[in-house]
């Protein structure tokens, strides 16, 4: 799956949408379940990728913590919560669709 | 008396393993409850009441057979929830505060997520586990199955009910999932082979202006069920389904004898008078006398010391306690010693269900030995009778288990005596069928009353001749022909007089109506 990113023709980042903020990022996953470890995956290649070093991202393992489910109102999963810079946005899925994440990101 | 006990045919000793629901009716119809540790999908539109019956599922399993409960609400949140449900007697405080009841709403909107590859709903899978564990589930509720896969692809949607359907067996709740569009739905995504093993359709119809929430049976794999659509009512004590069969036949038969407030009826009636507990029937045609028959009989009860309960559709009470004053019956110091209570509305007002449930709510709180309903006629404007017929079944079939005598009086027009359908039908239920009607004796017009049928007694096939006085009603012999001169000559001519006044007075009151 990284391969396939890499393969891709470089999204070309928007300078005005990805300004200098640290991002803050939740990745909801259900232990290894084969939706989960891709997402794990693709979350990390990304965030090397388009926020190098200004990120903060905390995995969460449902099964492990299942009562943060609840908190956060989480179904789906995976399921990437962006929580700064706000608005607050949630991408459901294993986050193969490097476009609609970055989209998501705010940084198209 | 010996308790009999009625056969019922068994080919195998195996029983399904099924959950009551504590609900009434819907257990004689499921013949003992939904499918234990099995999911029940329960279908019906908007205001069909699929929420409060899914409610009282778990309030009823916790009370009556201690088992906590989950509901999941994807529609309301808890507290729109409970402020739906606050209506009905459910003690929702106590059962949240004691854990036995859990629970959580969880918001869907999809519109709220980008879609950025495959996703499954475990995370829904790890917040009801987490609910069971946290009042060690036995029943769990899904309000309702729409809103949670409302956008949701259909892959996802597909293989996700699925498997939401086999998790719930293997954790060994008694599940309901609520659906509004669920039977087109369902079938449009192909998905009824999955569909819980019992599938349990609400309906909210309105025929002639008047609504009537029904039940059914969709399916129900490895069981027998009642076919048929059943009324059912929400009332502050919660849902009440009305199944035709009941227990009513399963119950004792009184021998008790009660009296009918005329002597001379009471010989006809082998000496002896109604059954208690029995259903009567009062037709005829319009001035014949029924209200004057079945104001006697109230009459009688309340002398006797024993309450009774007057339902009337057509008269208001004061009316009616006015005009039998008038041959007699001095009904209103029985009103005020609360031996005699009417009760009075008109048809239309409300629906079939609910008129009977009111009634059966004064029946509760007055506990009476006779109830008089006059005349069921005026609720055939009702709804079709079909309709009728089966609330009056349901009815008398209710009465009978409390051990009440009912009497019902029946308005039917010249010239179809016999003939009225609506009649028939409810004269095959009943137990005493009396028929009052103007019959012509030596060219004079002369009421008279025959017992048609009155079941479990030696009854007289005489017709009579039947009096209203002053002194209230007698019945006299009918003698035709050549001695028929001397039978009216025993008439005083005062007497005659009475009578042919009462008759032209009689037929002023038709005309002017």
Same mark, same amino acid.
């Given at each position: ?108 | ?301 309340? $002398? ?132 009052? $009607? ?76």
């Amino acid at each position: 799956m990284i391969n396939k990113i890499s393969k891709k023709k470089k999204i070309k980042a928007d300078p005005e949408c990805a300004g200098e903020e640290k991002y803050i990022l939740r990745l909801f996953i259900t232990g290894i379940l084969p939706n989960s470890a891709r997402a794990v995956k693709n979350i990390n290649s990304i965030c090397d990728q388009y926020l190098n070093g200004r990120y903060e991202l905390e995995i969460i393992d449902i099964y492990q913590q299942p009562s943060l489910a609840v908190q956060e109102e989480i179904i789906a999963v995976p399921v990437l919560i962006k929580k700064f810079p706000l608005p607050e946005e949630r991408m459901i899925g294993d986050l193969s669709n490097t476009e609609e994440v970055l989209k998501g990101l705010c940084l198209v | 008396m010996k308790s009999l006990r009625v056969k019922k045919s068994k080919t195998n000793n195996f029983t399904f393993p099924k959950c009551l629901t504590g609900m009434q009716g819907l257990d004689e119809i499921t013949t003992g409850g939904i499918p234990k540790n099995r999911p029940t999908l329960l279908l019906g539109n908007t205001g069909c009441g699929k929420t409060i019956m899914a409610m009282e599922f778990l309030v009823k399993g916790i009370e009556l057979y201690d088992e906590p409960a989950v509901f999941m609400a994807f529609e309301e949140t808890t507290e729109e929830l409970l402020l739906n449900v606050k209506s009905i007697n459910y003690n929702m405080e106590a059962l949240l505060a004691n854990k036995k009841i859990y629970i959580e709403h969880i918001h869907v909107n999809p519109d709220e997520f980008r879609k950025t590859g495959l996703y499954d709903l475990e995370g829904l899978f790890v917040r009801l586990d987490q609910a069971i564990k946290k009042v060690k589930a036995k029943r769990l509720v899904l309000d309702s199955l729409d809103t949670l896969f409302y956008g949701l692809d259909y892959r996802v949607l597909r293989s996700e009910f699925k498997r939401l359907l086999t998790w719930l067996k293997e954790k060994k709740v008694t599940a309901i999932i609520t659906s509004e569009i669920g039977d087109t739905f369902l079938t449009r995504h192909g998905l009824e082979e999955y569909v819980a093993d019992c599938v349990i359709a609400l309906d909210n119809r309105v025929t002639n202006q008047i609504t009537t929430r029904r039940l059914r049976i969709i399916k129900y794999r490895g069981s027998f069920h009642g076919n048929n659509e059943y009324p059912f009512t929400i009332d502050e004590n919660g849902i009440s389904v009305y199944p035709i069969i009941s227990q009513a036949f399963e119950q004792e038969s009184s021998s008790k004898r009660i009296l009918s407030g005329v002597s001379e009826l009471d010989e006809m009636l082998d000496k002896k008078g109604f059954y208690a507990g029995s259903s009567i029937l009062i037709s005829g045609t319009a001035g014949t006398g029924k209200t004057s028959l079945a104001a006697s009989f109230a009459y009688s009860v309340c $002398q006797a010391k024993k309450t009774c309960l007057f339902c009337a559709f057509e008269e208001a009470p004061n009316q009616i306690i006015r005009n039998m004053q008038s041959i007699g019956f001095h009904l209103d110091p029985m009103v005020e010693s609360e031996m005699l209570t009417f009760y009075y509305s008109r048809p239309t007002l409300q629906n079939l269900e609910l008129h009977f449930l009111a009634i059966k709510k004064i029946i509760n709180d007055i506990n009476p030995t006779v109830v008089i309903l006059d005349p069921i006629t005026n609720l055939m404007t009702e709804g079709p009778n079909s309709d009728i017929r089966s609330m009056l079944t349901r009815f008398a079939d209710y009465l009978k288990t409390q051990n009440i005598t009912v009497m019902f009086t029946a308005a039917i027009t010249v010239g179809s005596i016999e003939r009225n359908p609506s009649d028939e039908g409810i004269s095959s239920m009943v137990d005493t069928w009396i028929m009052v $009607q103007d019959i012509e004796v030596d060219a004079e017009r002369t009421r008279s009353l025959c017992v048609m049928k009155s079941r479990g007694m030696v009854h007289s096939n005489e017709v009579r001749g039947f009096k209203i006085s002053s002194k209230g009603i007698s019945l006299f012999p009918i003698i035709i022909g050549k001695s028929s001169t001397s039978s009216l000559s025993k008439r005083s001519a005062k007497e005659h007089l009475n009578l042919s006044t009462s008759k032209d007075s009689n037929k002023m009151k038709e005309t002017s109506r």
